[in-house]
């Protein structure tokens, strides 16, 4: 055989050599292209946020005016920001991509000089915040009712930096479908200050429950002026409550107990709801039994404390007119 000949038949074993290779080759390309399709479509676990990571001094003081970031007024709030699977089209798109914005210093918000859409803003429309969690901790609070009223937008505000960020973290991994199916896409966090900024976020009439859960008792006679239940803030309270709206307190203080009921019942805008219609109220066993202080308190046995709780309405008129 020529020298060229043989040199052509050792090209064309080398090429049929190459071509079964890669053959060989490009199925277990498509056999690997399979295997990550198979791991691809496995859904992906969902990590909810550990409160270790979120340690803070359980105590602050609300009269420092270290909430620097609030609205102008209810009319510039952009509640879409907030509940960005309600609005739907109308929600921001990095809200809807999961950015948080909680005031907090780690996911800031800005409010416009400008007023927001009426859509969003709650002006129009039907999705405006109807349940509002003061100090609402960890957000057990709102885990539990997120559920038991699908269709009401509930917030919860919270002072301190680093408890907000664990709550926002919290919602956005029930988003996700933290426990399976993605849900509570009806609550929120935010962190300001409810001693002083309500009326920036809230209209007159806009509430129909209000809760205050195990808060702050403020032991000291010169600290009582930081108690978020007193004569002159639940004024405030009143204000952005409908006529026939709920508030709700708890805690496992009996002085502090004390106070917060002897404030309401001597208001002349609110009137104690009798105990016989608590069983009719999903939101007096979730207030008692579902915050983290609550499960707490249940939680030390013979040698715990009992939970107090007063409910009370927003009256339609003033009390002696």
């Not at 890669?22 to 479509?41: K, L, M, P, R, V």
């Not at 416009?112 to 129009?124: D, H, L, S, T, Y």
Request: net charge neutral; with cysteine; charged share 25%.
């Amino acid at each position: 055989m020529e020298p060229h000949a043989a040199r052509h038949v050792a090209a064309e074993a080398q090429t049929a050599e190459e071509r079964a290779n890669g053959s060989q080759h490009g199925t277990d390309t498509i056999f690997e292209s399979s295997d990550t399709a198979a791991a691809s479509c496995r859904p992906e676990k969902i990590e909810k946020p550990k409160k270790a990571d979120f340690r803070q001094r359980a105590h602050c003081n609300p009269l420092s005016d270290f909430v620097d970031c609030y609205p102008i007024s209810p009319d510039h709030v952009d509640w879409s920001v907030h509940f960005p699977d309600v609005f739907g089209a109308a929600a921001d798109s990095a809200a809807v991509e999961g950015l948080l914005r909680l005031n907090t210093a780690d996911c800031p918000i800005s409010y416009p000089a400008e007023r927001v859409a009426p859509c969003n803003c709650g002006r129009e429309g039907r999705h405006v915040v109807r349940f509002l969690d003061v100090g609402c901790g960890f957000g057990g609070l709102l885990v539990a009712l997120g559920p038991k009223f699908p269709d009401t937008l509930m917030l919860g505000l919270e002072i301190r930096e680093q408890v907000t960020n664990y709550v926002g973290q919290r919602i956005r991994a029930l988003r996700r479908g933290a426990d399976g199916t993605p849900s509570h896409h009806n609550i929120a966090v935010l962190r300001t200050n409810a001693m002083k900024f309500l009326p920036n976020y809230f209209r007159k009439g806009q509430l129909e429950k209000l809760f205050f859960c195990f808060p702050d008792p403020h032991f000291k006679r010169k600290n009582v002026r930081r108690r978020i239940i007193s004569d002159g803030l639940l004024s405030v309270y009143a204000y952005i409550m409908a006529p026939g709206a709920v508030l709700y307190h708890a805690t496992d203080v009996a002085e502090l107990h004390e106070w917060m009921y002897g404030c309401c019942q001597r208001h002349p805008l609110f009137e104690e709801v009798p105990m016989e219609e608590w069983g009719a109220d999903p939101c007096v066993e979730a207030v008692a039994g579902e915050t983290e202080e609550a499960k707490r308190v249940k939680a030390l046995g013979r040698f715990g404390h009992d939970v107090h709780m007063g409910v009370f309405r927003r009256r339609i008129t003033m009390s002696g007119s």
